[in-house]
């Protein structure tokens, strides 16, 4: 004992008590089955995520000049490349040099995790930094325009459905993907009309719109969102319209795509395509238009 018995007392103490604590977690994960035991396990080794800035210079393919994407190899000159990116030989060094894996790399990046961009905007999402940038492209809370005519307004669709509901009154609907729902638009709805769709389990915001299209009245369906990037999810639409004097006959039509809100389209003023076109002797003017709509996520 070479400092003395207090010391060592209380580093034996410091040494058992995670133990105890461990062993305590352990049985009350185990008294709940299955599943807490390896809530347990999962606990035990859980490390805490910590916030720092890298240089992104690290990170870069030195062929592409991308985010680096596994497996990384590096040559005898130490130029990193993705796995997609490197040949035999990197014909950066003189003489040329021979590529190998680097799964040191690998494993550097998957302990990097990036926020959304959009985070300030309610995505809790965390990405490995070669997934950050295809996912911005993608990400449901990223912000965009109104679709109201003349409004300036720009916020993620959970800020825009607060909006809407505010400023513009439109009837708001909630919805799920794959099932089909009703929505019932008052007379006179030959003219004009605007009904908003939220999808329960996220918060994509579509937008079913009747408009004047000639005698007819056309319905449009769109996602509320800022174009259409190539890695952005898709979606299509079914639509259906029925009035109560005419059960028997529906009109029918498929929509292979959803278009975005500010993609230009078909209609007259630039408008999106037309999901179905309802005929003027199609019910009465005194009557209620009933539209079936279901959206698909591709």
């Known amino acids: 004992m070479e400092n003395g018995g207090e010391p060592s007392i209380k580093k034996s103490r410091l040494q058992k008590e995670p133990m105890a604590v461990k062993h305590e977690r352990a049985e009350t994960?185990?008294?709940?089955?299955?599943?807490?035991?390896?809530l347990a396990v999962e606990e035990a080794m859980q490390v805490p995520w910590v916030a720092a800035e890298v240089n992104p210079l690290f990170y870069l393919c030195f062929a592409c000049q991308l985010p680096l994407r596994p497996p990384v190899h590096q040559c005898e000159g130490g130029?990193?490349?993705?796995?997609?990116?490197?040949?035999?030989?990197?014909t950066a060094c003189d003489p040329p040099a021979a590529y190998s894996p680097f799964p040191f790399m690998d494993d550097a990046l998957a302990a990097v995790r990036l926020p959304c961009c959009y985070r300030a905007d309610g995505?809790?999402?965390?990405?490995?930094?070669?997934?950050?940038?295809?996912?911005a492209l993608q990400c449901a809370f990223a912000p965009c325009h109104c679709p109201g005519h003349g409004c300036s307004m720009w916020a993620s669709p959970p800020a825009l459905l607060d909006h809407i509901t505010a400023a513009h009154s439109w009837p708001v609907t909630e919805v799920g993907y794959g099932s089909p729902f009703r929505?019932?638009?008052?007379?006179?709805?030959?003219?004009?009309?605007?009904?908003?769709?939220?999808?329960?389990?996220?918060?994509r915001l579509f937008?079913?719109?009747?408009?004047?299209?000639?005698?007819?009245?056309?319905?449009?369906?769109?996602?509320?969102?800022?174009?259409?990037a190539a890695a952005a999810p898709r979606f299509r639409s079914t639509v259906w319209a029925e009035v109560a004097s005419n059960t028997e006959e529906k009109l029918f039509r498929r929509q292979s795509t959803v278009p975005s809100s500010s993609s230009g389209g078909s209609l007259p003023g630039g408008g999106p395509p037309v999901c179905l076109l309802v005929p003027p002797d199609f019910g009465s003017e005194s009557e209620d238009l009933f539209l079936g709509v279901r959206i698909d996520k591709l």
């Open 79 to 90: 130029h990193r490349v993705c796995g997609r990116c490197h040949g035999d030989r990197c």
């Open 183 to 203: 929505i019932a638009v008052p007379a006179p709805w030959r003219g004009g009309g605007t009904h908003l769709l939220v999808e329960r389990n996220d918060p």
């Open 207 to 228: 937008l079913v719109t009747l408009s004047d299209f000639g005698e007819a009245t056309a319905v449009t369906v769109v996602c509320v969102r800022e174009g259409t």
């Open 123 to 135: 995505c809790g999402r965390k990405l490995m930094y070669h997934e950050a940038a295809d996912h």
């Open 29 to 38: 994960r185990e008294s709940q089955g299955g599943e807490g035991a390896l």
